[in-house]
């Protein structure tokens, strides 16, 4: 381990955490549950804990790897087109004689609320050291409890992701010594994991790589059960301070197969196991914010050889962006060392956030053996079908079904409908059904069948408010224009008490700021639609004839229907607001006859 | 007697034998024990005891959690570690009304079989030979011989391999050691999990049931408890087979004798002990029977490939951020963690077993070692399924050979020899040395209660009262049929 730090002042925060531990004992021995686990559990209430809270972050973020990614993309056309850059075309070229391989082994953090194997609370963020205990810190003669509720997110995480669930599973101890882990050991499921034998199956929405084709099915060898460890906190020189409110913590490891061969692939496949976790409502939180974590295995071999080649593994990535930039760089890596005769030695290499090069942390020979053995104090964990039926029936829709619904019965376009569920998190389908549902809770269920409002509310929430927000160049909130106020807005439309030019500046309005309610707005700033008379229309379209015979002469001559919507535009325009398209365009036809 | 007195008596052993090492800790709070003590002494005179053991002096094998005195394990390591909490087992017996008399010696975190392992004083027997110190057994050897020189009622120890057996024998005492399970482990150091049971020392049977009915019992803080389901499963399970056996004073037993554990290694004084003893028990009416329990050779192997592996484990907690203390050497230095803190602190036997244990739980090695032995495991506890009438409680469904077994329970010798000089010990060969085990490893791999009883040995020619004059005879029986263990003790102890 090359992290050897001095753990001076540790001893005082541990003396603090030694009494806590003494008197949580007290509490520990309330609780009795165990031992019969193969029955359906009721503590699903209990699982309910703060995720909702922490969901702003993530979005910037992914808002920001969008945004980088599209820049990637059109640094790629650039350089494939006219590019003169000489090494991005030599790394071009090797690229077609060498294929990547890669694996994914995906730690998540359950959204449970006691650890794995004591009763101790999983908060993580009250003060530290004070979420512990006697087990928590391996106390000599302490025990593990395993907490049966932990396996609903868990067995909610392997269904999502279409695994089998093993009837009886075990747990092994994995020994590796660092002050993280209080018992020099880490208890997960290495011999028989509770879950194997999933997929996961990437669209282009998901953001595959082109090459890959579509759609690519990864598929999933086990999900197994392990605690996390405690946290390090660095105090430069010489220090670190360790909170063991993180240690056993429940993790679901997810371990794909290596299948994925491309880059952009595997970040895709993080961001979409992700996207399945937290639709299952299985995980605290997403990779920016220490949720998510992710190893990958690299190897490059031969085009067309069916033969992996060596692998190295990369330890600890935090973001999507970290995965995809170690697995480029540990890629270019091998193929340079390949192509200059050397060959790949087996070792884990480590990756810090904005470098070019992965760093060797450890070579074979400093490998640790991990003694992986069977914990004796944990009996075998058996999960009744009956269980599983339940958690499966319970199952929230996942993303791909949501992209089915969006389309068949909303009437979306399936690129509107992969945006909706792809931004913010969610966040942005979540807006959507609210507006939605809001709003048809204000007309009578016996007009116009929903489809139609669906693509209307699809339009708005996307387009319009997208428009804004790029403009603005602000992430997504719902903050910004309450879904209340949407509704509101599509309804006035709707029911023709505005244009939809007026509805559009009433969003700009609230979007900037306007804290008034819409009605409110509409009366005061007197935007109400004042529906003109017939007679209005015929001589706001006649004076606009009348000065502009050239372009009358096109359309009634050379049949240029274009220009028409000319003349509808300039008589919106000079309407004020008052002037709805549908009538200017009938009385103009009217008095050019047309029809 | 009074309890006062009784205690007063124990208290004077103390300090008569002070050098024999038996106790590391005294009871901390001295006026509170007092009190505790005269408290128990008028509910006795008032008749109102609170149970069998109210006010007896229970010593403490010292790797078990007591939250007065350190737990130390007779380790550096833990050289003045106060555990926060108090071991199940040693609740149980303080509100049953006895009374904590200290904690005692052993060797380090359970690992020996002589009680010399620790950082304390080599714990000594009573006995001697020609005047040499003699081993006390281990690894609860302190709790044995406190026991024996009546320096308390009874004591606590953990066995292992046969770690409360073997200085039962060496001492002349009765040890006990429960089916696994049966007692909870909370609170107990583990050196080895799958094998670890607290047994009981006591200078009688009788006693031993008494101090056992209080520590056993279901504790949902103990993952390898049985439940109160399982318990009573078995009870009816043993019940209806003692229908069958209608034991009784006048019924005879069927007493197993397995050739296995004739080895060339038996002292002649210790065959001839076995002999004996089973001569009179055929002249009460019970039956001998020899049968074989072929795994028995490949046995203590196994016991010393899979204890090291889970004590590998076990103790890579002691590592100086948290239990341990720091080493002054530079830690992390090489950018190695924790070796300097584990290299001082820790003694030979231990580092040796760990050594052991990370070896064969290595990637390279666990199929031969770790995975083998497991196996064998299987072999010895499925000899002793067919040895015995009673089908094992825990594994009905299980093929078990459809041949029932003939017998109720078997009978050895605890211990291959009488106990070994002290002197002697460092230059035996260390396979030798862990031959101490191999008549007490195989119930522990099978977790069958088991229990060493005394029996006199012929007094012609022994001139020296201060040379051992027993010698232990082990009685095993099914898992789960701990009272007819004691049932044949008593046998034992009235012939």
Known sequence: MSKAASVNGLHHILAVSRLRAATRWQSLRVSSLRRQWNLPINHAHALQTDAAEVNDVPLRKQLKDRAKRKRQFERIAVEDGTSSNGRQKEKDARLDKWKLTVGLEIHAQLNTERKLFSTAKSSENDEPNTNVSIFDLAFPGSQPEFQKATLIPALRAALGLSCNIHRESRFDRKHYYYQDQPAGYQITQYYKPFAVDGHVTLYDHDGIAAEDGQPVNIAIKQVQMEQDTAKSTLQPPSTTFLDFNRVGHPLIEIITHPQIHNVQTASACVRKIQAILQAVNAVTTGMELGGLRADVNVSVSHKGSDKLGQRTEIKNLSSFRAVEDSIAAERDRQIAVLEAGGSIAGETRGWTLGSTETKKLRGKEGEVDYRYMPDPDIPPLFIGEDLVNHIEKSLPVLPDNTLADLTTNSGLTTKDAKTLISLDDGERLDYFDEVRSLWSSTRSSSLSPSPAFDKIVGNWVLHEMGGLLSAAATPFSPKLVPPETMADILANLHDDRITGTTAKQLLAMVFNGDKRVINTIIKAENLELQHLSRDEYLAMAQTLIDKNAEKVQQIQQKRQMGKLMWFVGQMMRRGEGKVEANKAEATLKELLGLD | ?????????????????????????????????????????????????????????????????????????????????????????????????????????????????????????????????????????????????????????????????????????????????????????????????????????????????????????????????????????????????????????????????????????????????????????????????????????????????????????????????????????????????????????????????????????????????????????????????????????????????????????????????????????????????????????????AGLPSMSVPVSVSDDGRQDLKEPNTVGMQILAQFGDDDLVFDMARVIESL
């Not at chain 2, 008569?16 to 007092?34: C, E, N, R, S």
């Not at chain 2, 002589?114 to 000594?124: D, F, L």
């Not at chain 2, 320096?151 to 200085?167: F, I, N």
């Not at chain 2, 017998?407 to 605890?414: A, K, S």
Request: hydrophobic share 35%; charged share 20%.
């Open chain 2, 1 to 445: 007697m009074s309890l006062l007195r009784k205690a007063e008596r124990c208290f004077a052993n103390q300090h008569t034998h002070k050098l024999l090492a038996a106790f590391v800790a005294a009871p901390k709070d001295i006026t509170l024990f007092q009190q505790d003590l005269q408290a128990a002494d008028e509910r006795s005179k008032e008749g109102r005891r609170k149970s069998l053991i109210d006010g007896q002096l229970i010593a403490i094998k010292d790797n078990i959690c007591t939250t007065e005195e350190p737990t130390t394990c007779s380790s550096a390591i833990l050289n003045g570690f106060h555990s926060p909490y108090p071991a199940t087992v040693v609740e149980k017996l303080k509100a049953a009304g006895a009374l904590i008399a200290g904690k005692t010696n052993l060797d380090e975190f359970g690992m020996g079989s002589h009680s010399t392992n620790s950082i304390y004083e080599a714990v000594k027997n009573i006995y001697t030979q020609n005047g040499d110190a003699l081993s006390a057994g281990g690894s609860s050897g302190g709790s044995a011989v406190a026991v024996a020189t009546g320096q308390c009622d009874a004591a606590l120890g953990t066995d292992t391999g046969g770690s409360v057996r073997l200085p039962a024998a060496y001492t002349g005492i009765v040890g006990f050691k429960p089916s696994y399970g049966l007692v909870s482990r909370w609170g107990v150091v583990a050196y080895a999990n799958s094998l670890d049971t607290v047994g009981v020392l006591t200078k009688n049977s009788s006693m031993a049931r008494s101090v056992y009915d209080t520590i056993k019992g279901y504790d949902p803080r103990d993952p390898t408890s049985l439940p109160t389901s399982t318990r009573s499963k078995i009870d009816k399970y043993v019940t209806n087979r003692g229908a069958k056996l209608q034991r009784s004073s006048s019924t005879s037993l069927r007493i197993g004798v397995p050739r296995e554990y004739n080895t060339e290694e038996l002292q002649p004084i210790v065959r001839e002990a076995w002999l004996k003893t089973l001569q009179q028990l055929r002249k009460l009416g019970h039956t001998i029977h020899v049968l074989s329990l072929p795994a028995t050779k490949m046995a203590l192997s196994a016991y010393y490939v899979l204890a090291p592996a889970e004590a590998s484990s076990n103790l890579a907690k002691y590592d100086g951020v948290r239990y341990g203390n720091k080493s002054a050497d530079r830690e992390g230095t090489d950018n190695v963690l924790f070796a300097a803190t584990r290299g001082a602190s820790l003694g030979d036997e231990v580092k040796k077993r760990i050594l052991l244990g990370s070896y064969s739980l290595s990637a390279a090695a666990i199929d031969n070692y770790f995975i083998k032995a497991q196996k064998v495991r299987r072999l010895v506890q499925g000899d002793f399924n067919n040895a015995f009438s009673l089908r094992h409680p825990l594994l009905q469904h299980q093929g078990q050979s459809s041949q029932e077994g003939q017998v109720d329970v078997i009978l050895t010798p605890t211990a291959q020899s009488l106990p070994p000089k002290i002197s002697s010990l460092d230059k035996a060969d260390p396979l030798q040395a862990y031959g101490a085990d191999v008549l007490t490893a195989p119930a522990s791999l």
